[in-house]
Structure formats: structure tokens, C-alpha cells
């Protein structure tokens, strides 16, 4: 089944019912006019609203406005009275593209200061709409594993999670969690969190759409209406790490010709960033503040250090403040890999024992201080510094030089990008626990770089591809303390900045 245009509305707690009802409607035709099909809203969507058997009033309404706009509402939870027993319950429904409600979950699980006011559900159950079977798990229910468990063997088309949370890394768990799900089930999972206070606590948002362990959209603490199969949100490519993302937060160096039009296609779930202009600019320290600030808040963002020749106290006060390693052109400079400054930069990174990436082979520089084999010196004097070669070199002498040094070193990494497919597949005889995949620069690098890497995978054992595209970096990046330390901030829209 192909995925439906989603829409998932995140918008403050309001208790007044009028003000919430209000939003919903403007929700529901800012939706329509982008040629959604689903709509989903959170618990408590239409705040303290009056506890009645269902259909009433509110849900006529909204129904109503279902029908003309031709849009499936699936409902967080909503206060009710069960027609059949007359207790209170909290249940999300469904409401059909002709108006009706077609079906309807009760919450089983409440916190403790819900149990004394409502009668939970008994168990979960599909409900058939015209775009497939959905699942709704409220609250507690969208985490705990056994009822998980339960709405797996329905086989859902879709599921949605209103679950909510308090802090940044709930949050993240959650978003990982709707991602992980849908990869399980094959289908699409939606978190619809609540944003704003309810009950004394504060909501965090961070609404999701995943479909088959891909985040279609994502979004953090804003107030939102989030879109899915909207063209400027390309699909991100769960498990692949992209260990050289250029951002281009400062003006590019002179000579380097950079194309920032977005591309559509996949992105990779986790970055590293680096911008190679940081490392012409006058105030060395504000441009890489300036990178550390785009990963704030985001575990799948982390940022690399400029590294120049001469202002090492800047490279050491950018790792003290997050940065996982450095990366360096000394050839910008017009500075030779043996010199005395960038031993000061090996002195550094020693300290630290966090990477270095570096670029050797044809470039915007001087050729005579690209060649890899001119970092031999600088490898035996530093020998706990992992140093990522970008591009592998690019192209014969410097292709054979870089895997030479990574035969030689064992703290040499060899970064795929611009990379013919023959060379990566010798750097995996030679090393393979230590290529990464990388695109090298912008957006439409990437989609070039992911289309030639998934060509490797065909070739090669099923690991293997996995340590390429995902194992290996997460042992280089994001296993090192920078990477585990807590940065503030909120999580950003998980998409390529350019």
C-alpha cells in the first residue's frame, strides 16, 4: 500500500474547548489545501471537552468538515462516556472521508492520578478505514511492549502513537522508537505528542511520520501543522551515517565552487558536519561555535572543529564545547602536513584522542601539499590520533598513497566519497573496519555518493555494507564522549541544511 499524504497537528494545550475546536478546523483546511489525506491530532486535541457518549456535537462537527474536505481524522484521545456501560473513558477516534466515525480505541493504561476517573480498555483493535488498518496507542499504551506486541499481530497499515514527553532525550527516545517500529512493521508509524502545559507538566512535542524505518518528516518544539510527502522534506535514510556533511555557514574558500540547491532524494539519519569556509574566516572560534550551535539538541548531528595552523587554542576550546574531532586543509594555507603547526594540531587532537579528518588529493590547494603519503611523519608521531583521509584521495597516485598509509597505520580511516567503487572495495581488503561513508559536500552530493555506495552492496557480505555505511562511524563519532555528553538546545527539523 503506497503511503498517504499525512498531516500531524502540533499545537499548544488548550483547555478551552472553543479555542482548541477552533484550531482543529484551521488545522483541517490548512491541511486540505496541501492535498492531505490524514489527518492526526493528540490527546487531549480538544482540551477539557465535555465528557458525552459519542457522537456529539464536537465530533458532528468535525465529521462534518471531514466530509467536505474529503479528509480521514484520526483523533487523539477524547473525554467520553462508553455508550454501553456508561463509565468514562479516554478514546481516540476515527472519523471517515463521508463524516462517520468508523471506529474507536480505548486508553488501557493511565497514570496513577488518572486510574481514580476513567475505565480503561480491555484490548487493542484495528480499525478499517479506506486508506487500510490503523492502530491507535494512547499514552502509556504507545510504550509498553506488550500491548505492542498485541497490535503488531493485527498487522496495521498504519499506527499511531500519541505518546508525549517532558524533556529532549524522552523526547529522541521516542521519535527512535516510532522510527524502529515502522522499520519492524514495514508500515507507517506516526508519534502525535501533546506541546505546551497539561496538568501542571510541560510537552515537548517532536511529531514524526516513519514509514519502514524511514523518517518521512520530523519536526521539534514548534507549533506545527507537520507534512509528509511534502517535496522539500526528502526521505532520511535510517542507519546510514554521513561522516563529512559540508555546511556552508561560511563563505566557501577561494576557488571551491559549491551548487546549495537541495535535492530530492534521501539523507542520511546521522551527520557529521564541517564547513570548509571556517577555516578561511578572521574569527576561526565564532565559525566553529557557529557549526556546534546547527547539532544542538539534535543526537543525530555532531560537528567537526576547524583545525588551523597557529590557532590551536581555539581547536582546544571548540572539543572542550562538543566538538567529536577536528578537520584540516592545511594546503589552504599553504602549509605542508610535516610542518611545526600542524604538529601542534597533532599535539592537540593526542590529548583529546578524538579524529582528525583531512583532505588529501587533488583539490583547490597546491598539489605538493595534498599528497597522503606527506601525513607519514605526522601518523608515527601521533599514533592515538584516528586521521580520516577524505576522498581516499580521489584519483591515482594519491588512491594508491591513501591505501598505503591505511596498510601502514592503523589509525588511518578512509572516507568514500569521490572514491571510484574499485578502490573503496581494496580499502575493504586492506582495512575494512575502518571505511566510512561519507558524501563529501552538499545535498546533491549525497544522493550521488548513496546511489554509488548502495552499488557495493550486491558485492559484499551483509556486515560489511552495515560497518561502511553505519558501524564504523558510530565506533569513530559517536561513541566518544563529546558525542554522549548532553547539549542543550531543542531538536532541529531533521534535514540537510544548505
Known sequence: MSV????????????????????????????????????????????????????????????????????????????????????????????ERDGTIIGSQAKILFQPTERPWFEPGTNVMPIATSWGRVVILLGLDATDNDIWTEAVNLRPDMVVMAASAHSGPERHQLQELAV????ELGSTVILSPLLGRFGGLSYNGGAVIAHQGRIISSTDDAETLLMAQDPKAPLIQLGAVDVSCYVPLSPPPKGMLIDPKRTLGPEAEKKILFDWGALKTSDLLAAGRELLLQTQGNPRWLALAPAKPTMVRDLSTLLNEGAVGAFAYPGLDGISPYSESIREIGQVMTLYRRPLMV????????????????????????????????????????????????????????????????????????????????????????????????????????????????????????????????????????????
Not at 524502529?180 to 522499520?183: A, V
Open 359 to 498: 583532505h588529501v588529493g587533488p583539490g583547490i590547494a597546491s598539489l605538493r601539499y595534498d599528497s597522503p603519503l606527506l601525513w607519514d611523519d605526522f601518523l608515527l608521531e601521533f599514533p592515538t590520533v584516528p586521521v580520516v583521509l577524505l576522498h581516499m584521495g580521489g584519483r591515482s597516485p594519491y588512491l594508491e598513497e591513501a591505501l598505503l598509509l591505511a596498510e601502514r597505520h592503523a589509525q588511518v580511516w578512509l572516507e568514500t566519497s569521490q572514491a571510484p567503487l574499485s578502490a573503496i572495495k581494496e580499502a575493504l581488503t586492506l582495512a575494512p573496519d575502518r571505511v566510512l561513508f561519507g558524501s563529501g559536500g552538499l545535498a546533491r552530493d549525497f544522493a550521488t555518493e548513496w546511489d554509488k555506495i548502495r552499488q557495493l552492496e550486491p558485492d559484499i557480505a551483509p556486515d560489511e555494507y552495515q560497518n561502511v555505511i553505519h558501524n564504523n562511524a558510530l565506533r569513530l563519532f559517536f561513541s566518544s564522549p563529546a558525542a554522549t555528553e548532553p547539549r542543550p538546545g531543542t531538536l532541529r527539523v531533521v534535514r540537510q541544511p544548505s
Open 180 to 183: 524502529t517500529r515502522s522499520l
Open 4 to 95: 498517504p499524504r499525512i498531516a500531524v497537528s502540533q499545537a499548544p494545550y488548550s483547555r478551552e474547548v472553543d479555542v482548541a475546536l477552533h484550531r482543529v478546523i484551521s488545522h483541517m483546511r490548512q491541511a486540505a489545501s496541501h492535498g492531505v489525506d490524514i489527518i492526526v491530532f493528540p490527546e487531549w486535541f480538544m482540551g477539557l471537552n465535555p465528557v458525552e457518549i459519542v457522537p456529539n456535537r464536537y465530533t458532528e462537527k468535525i465529521g462534518r468538515l471531514a466530509k467536505e474536505l474529503n479528509l480521514v481524522v484520526i483523533c487523539g484521545s477524547l473525554r467520553v462516556l462508553d455508550g454501553d456501560t456508561g463509565k468514562k473513558q479516554q478514546r481516540g477516534l476515527v472519523i
